[in-house]
């Protein structure tokens, strides 16, 4: 039986993917509704708000909120929005994980599962967790941070050990760098909601990164022009 306060903690593991599969949920006005919210909470925070107590159903539609928060950034095909999305389920995730329910659950180890990072428990004479993560996986998932430069690390038997808030640390980048890399197929003819969901989320964004409705001559410099 699927365990969906997890899923819904962590929407974009493969369990929940394999979950909303199995179960055929459908985009509905409502999802979409709450994927909007979502993308405007990421958008202006960097983080989500956090979900407890709450039954089953209420966790279910927070699932499907995440689904149409996906669609709506795949017809929106805005760079900044999704690595800054990534960076806000990332956090969160990470948030989560250091709960003292979700630590109780071993989120964390079902998490890194689902990426398929190893991390094994690692003896130690004081009193703090360690654990060990194979060399390829601490260098693809390591996040570029001084505390985790290599030659900071134990290196022993192709692991590195890390710590348990290190171990955490390694779990949102793995997040980050799905997330904010996965390619997301552009949406030829978005509905109607969606188009007005993009327009409204626009406001969220850096002047910068907005993208021009149309491009007509004038908006060229001369130089261009004349080329």
Not at 138 to 164: Q, W
Not at 212 to 220: A, G, S
């Amino acid at each position: 039986m699927a365990d969906i306060r997890f899923l819904a903690h962590y929407p974009f593991c493969n369990e929940a993917k394999a979950y909303v599969k199995s179960k055929g949920l459908q985009l509905t006005s409502d999802a979409l509704k709450g994927g909007e919210k979502r993308l405007e909470q990421g958008l202006k925070t960097g983080k989500l708000k956090h979900i407890a107590g709450i039954s089953d159903d209420e966790l279910k539609k927070h699932i499907s909120y995440y689904g149409a928060s996906r669609l709506i950034l795949a017809a929106w095909q805005n760079e900044y929005a999704k690595k800054r999305m990534a960076v806000a389920e990332s956090k969160t995730a990470s948030d989560y994980m250091k709960t003292s329910a979700d630590k109780g659950a071993n989120y964390a180890d079902l998490l890194a599962s689902s990426f398929k990072i190893k991390f094994k428990k690692y003896s130690s004479d004081d009193k703090k967790n360690y654990f060990q993560i194979p060399f390829y996986h601490y260098l693809l998932y390591t996040p570029r941070d001084i505390h985790f430069k290599l030659t900071n690390m134990e290196l022993s038997s192709g692991f590195v050990k890390v710590s348990e808030h290190q171990k955490l640390r390694i779990i949102e980048e793995a997040i980050r760098k799905k997330l904010g890399t996965s390619h997301m197929p552009k949406i030829a003819e978005p509905k109607k909601e969606i188009k007005e969901a993009i327009s409204r989320l626009n406001s969220c964004l850096p002047r910068q990164n907005l993208m021009p409705e149309k491009i007509e001559q004038k908006d060229f410099p001369p130089c261009i022009l004349k080329m």
